[in-house]
C-alpha cells in the first residue's frame, strides 16, 4: 500500500518558520512536490524535488522563502518555509509522481498525502 504522509504544520506567527516533512511508504517516486490549498482557493503547486537527482523547480511566490529536500534514506522530502506570511496559511499536501517530470500540473501526480495545516497569524 502506498502511502504518503505529512507532518509539521502548526500555528505560527508571522516571520517564523516551520519545516514540513512527507514520509512515503509503499513506493519509491522519481519526483515529489509540495502543493497548498488555501480555503476558496485551487490547489496551488509549490516545489518538486527529483528522487535520483538535485534537480528542483518552485513557484515564483516561494522561491527564496521555501526549500525543498529529501533524504533518500528516509524516503522523506522535506519543505523548509521561512519567513512564513499570513498568505501562507493554507493546507500542504505532498504528492509523488511514478515519471521522472518537474511539473507544476496536479494532474502529473499519481499520490497524495492526507494535508497538514499551515496557519499564519499576524
Known amino acids: 500500500q502506498v502511502q504518503l504522509v505529512e507532518s509539521g504544520g502548526g500555528l505560527v506567527q508571522a516571520g517564523a518558520s516551520l519545516r514540513l516533512s512527507c514520509a512515503a511508504s509503499g513506493r519509491t517516486f522519481y519526483v515529489m512536490a509540495w502543493f497548498r490549498q488555501a480555503p476558496g482557493n485551487e490547489r496551488e503547486f509549490l516545489a518538486v524535488?527529483?528522487?535520483?537527482?538535485?534537480?528542483?523547480y518552485y513557484t515564483d511566490s516561494v522561491k527564496g522563502r521555501f526549500t525543498i529536500s529529501r533524504d533518500n534514506a528516509k524516503n522523506t522530502v522535506y519543505l523548509q518555509m521561512d519567513n512564513l506570511k499570513p498568505e501562507d496559511t493554507a493546507v500542504y499536501y505532498c504528492?509523488?509522481?511514478?515519471?521522472?517530470?518537474?511539473?507544476?500540473?496536479?494532474?502529473?501526480?499519481?499520490?497524495w498525502g492526507q494535508g497538514t495545516q499551515v496557519t499564519v497569524s499576524s
Open positions: 504528492a509523488g509522481s511514478p515519471k521522472y517530470t518537474l511539473a507544476s500540473s496536479r494532474s502529473e501526480y499519481t499520490y
Open positions: 524535488i527529483g528522487w535520483t537527482d538535485s534537480n528542483t
